[in-house]
């Protein structure tokens, strides 16, 4: 590489620092004074979900916001409503389907243990989709394994909404 190009190079390595600097980018995950998001996350108490798919979901969560296990004073609690439906897709001319979409919806509520106060509230739609076979068994299956899918993206989505709820307050905490 000639030293014109090389030079090119950092100067708009240095611009492209220089903006995401001045539009307020910083790290989610990175430790912000005293408070950072991942200790706020693991002060988190989940409530027992309902069925099979929301056992999914709390596990999963358990294993995305308390890693180093259950919290023994937990500071929040997070409650999380499940749903879903399925809509049968791609009619042949014989009028059977052969694809299907599961649509898993998610409400949860954040409230403060102490106050009871809601801190945070959102919904959210995840949709896996699966092939319907001759197969009973095969569909039940591929169906099984699209609402795992589907339970453990909508946990991710949880957890990344937490962390962002809880970095924009130690934000505005931090600037008042």
Known sequence: ???PRRAAALLVT???LAVLG???FS???AKREAVPVVAELEQIRITPIENRVGQIVHNSLLDL???RGRPARPRYELQVTLRENIARLAV???AFATRANLNLHASF???DRATGQRLYSSRDT???SYNLYDSDFATLSAERDARRRAALEISQIIRTKLAAYFSQTHDRRGRS
């Open 1 to 3: 590489m000639s030293w």
């Open 14 to 16: 240095a611009v492209v």
């Open 22 to 24: 001045g539009c307020g």
């Open 27 to 29: 790290s989610l995950y």
């Open 65 to 67: 916001l308390n890693p």
């Open 92 to 94: 042949e001319r014989n």
């Open 109 to 111: 509520l954040l409230t």
């Open 126 to 128: 995840v949709i896996g």
